[in-house]
């Protein structure tokens, strides 16, 4: 069964502090990696797709990497409006490659 | 612009009532689908479609129906309301065989059963 695996589920951080997300999956075939950022009471919304082991995207102070077996996402010198909630997901490439799964999220939070 | 529109944006209903959820796209894609959105368990698939006349059962269905009779529409039907079924719930919809086949999310709806 395909699954992904977030972590940590919070991450507390100052402003400049920089760190990372992580993002486990097992999925037999993968056709594309997403990352997302869910503000309070609004939808996802996307950022970034990564198609192949040592890919790398960049925008602003983010940036995802792939490996086989997980995604990170990095954030350089955080700032609080980077504070969100932070979805991973993959398409399950079982059933036509349109269905997409998602990772319980990490909640960051960026204190001034 | 082309949006997706989610509404009602707050429901409260009861145990056993039938409760409709709709979701409408302007973007004109072909794929549409529901997801619940519960702590601890992230975003969980409901039903998808990926054209007119064409629904698909995820991974938490049950209790769940949809209908997709144009493009646009993609309405959401709770049979029999349950307290289990108190959520947030969001519709999403992408573009056929698009390059990033990433979902688009309306803002969407807290329901809550009493």
């Known amino acids: 069964e395909d699954q992904v695996t977030q972590s940590p589920e919070a991450l507390r951080l100052q402003e400049g502090e920089s760190s990372s997300l992580n993002c486990s999956y097992t999925?037999?075939?993968?056709?594309?990696l997403f990352w997302y950022r869910q503000d309070p009471g609004k939808g996802p919304e996307f950022l970034f797709t990564?198609?192949?082991a040592g890919e790398e995207k960049e925008k602003e102070r983010l940036k995802a990497t792939l490996t086989k077996k997980e995604s990170f996402l990095h954030i350089t010198a955080p700032k609080p409006e980077d504070s969100a909630t932070y979805l991973c997901?993959?398409?399950?490439?079982?059933?036509?490659?349109?269905?997409?799964?998602f990772g319980a999220g990490t909640r960051l939070f960026v204190k001034a | 612009d082309a949006e997706i529109t989610q509404s009602p944006r707050h429901k409260i209903t009861e145990t056993g009532r039938q409760v409709t959820l709709a979701c409408h796209q302007t973007?004109?894609?072909?794929?549409m689908f529901w997801y619940r959105q519960d702590l601890g368990h992230g975003l969980r698939l409901i039903h998808y479609?990926?054209?007119?006349?064409?629904?698909n059962k995820g991974e938490v269905s049950d209790g769940y129906s949809v209908s997709r009779s144009n493009t646009e529409d993609l309405p959401l039907t709770l049979e029999s309301a349950a307290s289990s079924q108190t959520s947030v719930y969001f519709c999403?919809?992408?573009?056929?065989?698009?390059?990033?086949?990433?979902?688009?999310f309306g803002s969407g709806t807290q329901l809550s059963v009493l």
């Open positions: 999925v037999s075939g993968l056709r594309g």
């Open positions: 990564l198609y192949s």
């Open positions: 999403a919809s992408s573009e056929y065989g698009g390059k990033d086949e990433k979902l688009f």
């Open positions: 479609s990926y054209g007119v006349q064409d629904t």
């Open positions: 973007w004109n894609h072909n794929n």
């Open positions: 997901a993959v398409q399950d490439p079982g059933t036509g490659g349109f269905k997409t799964i």
